[in-house]
């Protein structure tokens, strides 16, 4: 088992930044690929992006591409989702997710945190 808790969430204005956080716990954290994903009300969840368990290759959604950063630090069992030139269409309940597999498919993911709320005021 793999417990997710995300945290970093909250309002901020166009054009700000926020930077989310994924501390997780239990069996050993670097040995899975970290995604986030985001869903909006009446949306599915959408793949925002994922980094490997190494943190040496990461890819990105086309919609946040140039605008979102993602890392890790295993030593402190943490993935981050640095965001940047935020826009309203970035509103969402952003999730934090644990895979066997480097994947940017929904399905692939075992684990999962809660959420965490960003909303982007225009």
């Known amino acids: 088992q793999v417990q997710l808790v995300e945290s970093g969430g909250g309002l901020v204005q166009a054009g700000g930044s926020l930077r989310l956080s994924c501390a997780g716990s239990?069996?050993?954290?670097?040995?899975?690929?970290m995604g986030w994903f985001r869903q909006a009300p009446g949306r599915e969840r959408e793949f925002v992006s994922v980094i490997n368990w190494s943190g040496d290759s990461t890819h990105y959604g086309d919609s946040v591409k140039g605008r979102f950063t993602i890392s890790r630090d295993n030593a402190k069992n943490t993935v981050y989702l640095q965001m940047n030139s935020l826009k309203p269409e970035d509103t969402a309940v952003y999730y934090c997710?644990?895979?066997?597999?480097?994947?940017?498919?929904?399905?692939?993911?075992?684990?999962w945190g809660q959420g965490t709320q960003v909303t982007v005021s225009s």
């Open positions: 239990g069996r050993t954290f670097s040995n899975y690929a």
């Open positions: 997710g644990a895979a066997a597999l480097y994947s940017g498919t929904y399905s692939s993911y075992d684990y």
